[in-house]
């Protein structure tokens, strides 16, 4: 039986080859674009899963309440961890990383700076995975001046040498001993690093609760209560933070987050996160592009019933139970589901690599095979196949045979639902099309906004060690010199990146208070070279010696937090004051206020910022100009082997910060776009197919009209209005649907675009005109056709 229905469905294949193809290539286009969106968001899901102890590990964040604001920081106090260790008997374990950024190594003749060096406790690999190809785990960074390195590094300094013994070196002169290697930390990983070296003593017993720069983990045990644990946060304020923060109005809380919710959950972190909300994005997406090819079927199959009517009735005549009937219907759109998945297999192979590509992914060949995977391909099957077959088969099988043969057989029911289903189809591509747009408006507008200052040919240049005034002043005169460099300064960190809080003693309207600010530290040639404007005050400046001590710059989000209508000699100390009142901090004054600029991307709001006067900086920021750029590189470079011959030369744009921090959204962006035009691509095949079948089915009823004297325009307008009035029916409903989710979408950037009525004006126009450009071709193939043709048999 079922032999017969599979040949009698790949007869029906074969005889309307048109209506196959665009079943099949619209299923094709749609389910390979669900695979590859299935394997995009089966990536995200898996970060940090790849740990044997992952369900068990969490990571500290805190909240820190000043009377103004709240900060959410993943930095914790160095006794944190060790404090909860011992309080709590269901902590496990813990461990603490320091970041010590970009460290330069040195191994004979060889030097490479290294991003993503991290001091840690030895405990790391007691709670984190990592396979060890050199080295013992368990001791690894027991002692001091140990380092285990990645793959990728050891390779870089030992080749394929044993590294296992060997020793590096540190600008500084400090020493580590190899200790282990461990494989490359896998991409989906929310914490990233190169090398993990030992705490000094100094680290590891730190037990200040003044300051939050490190990242703090903990192991629970199994069936750990977190509640209890979360609970103990007040007490534990009380105990060891209250002396040093109440008096300030300041409290301080933390919140367990697990591992696995990482990467999805937090997008206030340094590291470059993903986003729940694309997650659930790119699902609908998938899903919504296997039901628009779906609904295609569904909607050329009922259009095709007065065709298929004779067939039925005689097959029933013959003796076929309507079940019979259902099963060969089913097995039809089973067989197209099949026919595009193999179809669809081929294509994400081929794709695969293009895609990794565009998304940023490393999704290996070997995903394909994994049974989540064939999973997906059996539900796709069921969905697409099943579900869309299901309603065509109903409705073609319910057909009264006698009603058929006699020739007085109407398809009745069909007509609306095929209606219902273009207005979904056109409702889900127009919502696609208002997002896209919104989703580039935004990202244009974080790419286009003002910063506050000027990042076009501004190179950084960040070293360590001895920042010598004299040198770093010789460097700057030989680069001043150079025609083609407009300006050199320095500051203790890019302004792309200016992170961290200290507090402050700074004069109020109730005398002197301690707050949190930013602070930074510039020379008086810093302002100048950024570009950045002076709007009440001056800049730093050497015919001011007394800015070296008791000078400090402000930005306008500073008087606006102190609600200073005069910020010009207001009393700023530099630290706070010790509670016995005995050690007070130097006292600045604020000598001038720059316009607020972004020391961070656009996902972060401006910070009130300190810039405190400081003559030789570890970053250099270089303003060239646009002409010989090369030439001025390699000028900058051999200034630089001069004055720091110790020191490797290596720099960055700052526009490449600026494109960076995007990067993430752009690649979703992307994805987004080119799926949410295969989406609409679907939608139109199915309305061309749809259109064809309308045009065949009137072909009499045009011939009549054009015999009457109607004209090319009145043919064309019948054939088009129809289909012109069901996308016009799917506007009330995507408009809402789009705005509603996409602004709440926009609520999570600081800064926003905002939502223009003509993005709306602008969808609703390309929809008409996608309409009318699939439709137009049939019917003005129809409108010319001879009408003699038509009517010949009349």
Not at 536 to 557: C, H, K, M, Q, Y
Not at 605 to 630: D, F, G, S
Not at 679 to 690: E, P
Request: some cysteine.
């Amino acid at each position: 039986m079922l032999k017969n229905y599979l040949v009698l469905a790949f007869r029906n294949l074969v005889k309307d080859k048109f209506y196959s193809f665009i079943n099949i290539f619209g299923l094709t286009i749609g389910v390979t674009c669900g695979m590859l969106l299935f394997l995009y968001v089966s990536d995200e899901l898996s970060y940090d899963r790849y740990h044997d102890k992952a369900d068990r590990i969490y990571r500290i964040v805190s909240y820190i309440t000043e009377p103004d604001k709240i900060n959410k920081w993943v930095s914790t106090q160095p006794p944190l961890v060790k404090t909860l260790k011992q309080d709590y008997p269901f902590v496990e374990n813990y461990v603490r990383f320091f970041g010590n950024g970009r460290v330069m190594f040195r191994q004979g003749e060889k030097r490479f700076y290294e991003e993503d060096i991290y001091s840690t406790d030895s405990t790391v690999f007691d709670i984190f995975t990592h396979k060890f190809l050199e080295g013992d785990p368990k001791i690894a960074l027991d002692q001091p001046g140990s380092i285990v390195l990645t793959e990728k590094v050891a390779k870089r300094f030992f080749g394929g040498s044993h590294a296992l013994g060997q020793v590096l070196r540190t600008g500084d002169s400090t020493s580590y001993k190899v200790t282990g290697v461990i494989e490359d930390v896998p991409k989906n990983s929310h914490f990233t690093f190169n090398a993990l070296t030992s705490l000094d003593p100094n680290q590891r017993n730190a037990d200040g609760w003044g300051g939050f720069y490190i990242n703090s983990y903990l192991l629970l045990s199994k069936n750990a209560d977190i509640k209890k644990l979360e609970a103990g946060f007040p007490q534990l304020y009380e105990k060891y933070m209250s002396s040093i923060f109440k008096r300030m109005g300041i409290h301080i809380t933390y919140q367990m987050q697990p591992l696995t919710s990482i990467h999805l959950h937090s997008q206030f972190d340094g590291e470059t996160n993903g986003n729940i909300g694309y997650v659930y994005t790119f699902s609908a997406i998938a899903f919504f592009m296997l039901l628009i090819a779906s609904i295609n079927y569904m909607n050329l199959a009922t259009a095709q019933s007065a065709r298929r009517a004779k067939e039925v009735g005689l097959r029933k005549v013959m003796g076929s139970m309507k079940g019979a009937l259902i099963a060969q219907f089913l097995t039809e759109s089973v067989l197209i589901t099949m026919i595009s998945l193999f179809s669809s297999l081929i294509l994400v192979a081929a794709l695969l690599p293009f895609f990794n590509t565009v998304s940023g992914k490393e999704i290996g060949y070997l995903q394909l095979l994994t049974p989540k995977f064939m999973l997906i391909g059996l539900f796709i099957v069921a969905f697409t196949g099943l579900v869309s077959g299901s309603y065509p088969a109903f409705y073609l099988s319910a057909f009264e045979p006698a009603e058929v043969l006699k020739g007085s057989f109407k398809a009745r029911g069909g007509s609306f639902f095929r209606k219902a289903l273009v207005v979904t189809q056109f409702s889900i591509s127009m919502v696609m099309l208002i997002c896209t747009w919104i989703v580039y408006q935004q990202l244009n507008y974080m790419r286009s906004k003002d910063m506050g200052y000027d990042r076009d040919q501004v190179l950084t240049i960040n070293y360590q060690g001895n920042r010598s005034p004299a040198k770093y002043n010789a460097f700057r005169k030989y680069l001043i010199d150079n025609p083609n460099i407009a300006n050199v300064a320095s500051a203790s960190s890019p302004v792309s990146n200016i992170g961290g809080r200290v507090i402050f003693t700074v004069e109020s309207s109730t005398g002197m208070k301690e707050m949190a600010f930013k602070p930074t530290q510039i020379d008086h040639n810093y302002v100048k070279t950024m570009g950045m404007t002076v709007v009440n005050g001056r800049d730093f400046s050497e015919d001011f010696p007394a800015d070296t001590s008791n000078g400090v710059l402000i930005n306008e989000a500073v008087v606006k937090r102190m609600n200073w209508k005069e910020p010009i000699g207001k009393k700023i100390m530099l630290g706070t004051v010790s509670p016995d009142g005995k050690n007070n901090p130097p006292t600045a004054q604020v000598v001038g206020v720059v316009r607020d600029f972004h020391q961070q991307s656009l996902y972060n709001p401006i910070e009130p910022l300190i810039m405190m006067y400081q003559p030789a900086n570890p970053v250099i920021h270089v303003k060239v100009r646009t002409k010989n750029t090369k030439e001025t590189l390699a000028f900058i470079g051999q200034k630089w082997a001069e004055i720091y011959p110790d020191r490797l030369f290596e720099y960055r744009f700052l526009d490449q910060d600026f494109e960076s921090a995007y990067e993430a959204d752009e690649l979703r962006g992307k994805i987004f776009t080119a799926f949410s035009t295969l989406t609409i691509l679907i939608a139109c095949l199915g309305l061309f197919g749809l259109a064809t079948f309308t045009t065949e089915q009137r072909v009499k009823e045009i011939g009549v009209r054009k015999v009457l004297g109607g004209s090319v325009a009145s043919v064309v307008l019948l054939l088009s209005k129809d289909f012109t009035r069901l996308v016009l029916f799917s506007f009330p409903i995507a408009i809402p649907i789009a705005y509603f989710s996409m602004d709440k979408w926009l609520q999570s950037f600081p800064y926003k675009a905002g939502i223009s009525p003509w993005i709306f004006v602008g969808a609703c126009v390309t929809t008409l005109v996608i309409c009318w450009l699939t439709v137009i071709y049939q019917s003005l193939k129809a409108a010319l056709a001879n009408p003699v043709k038509s009517l010949r048999t009349e």
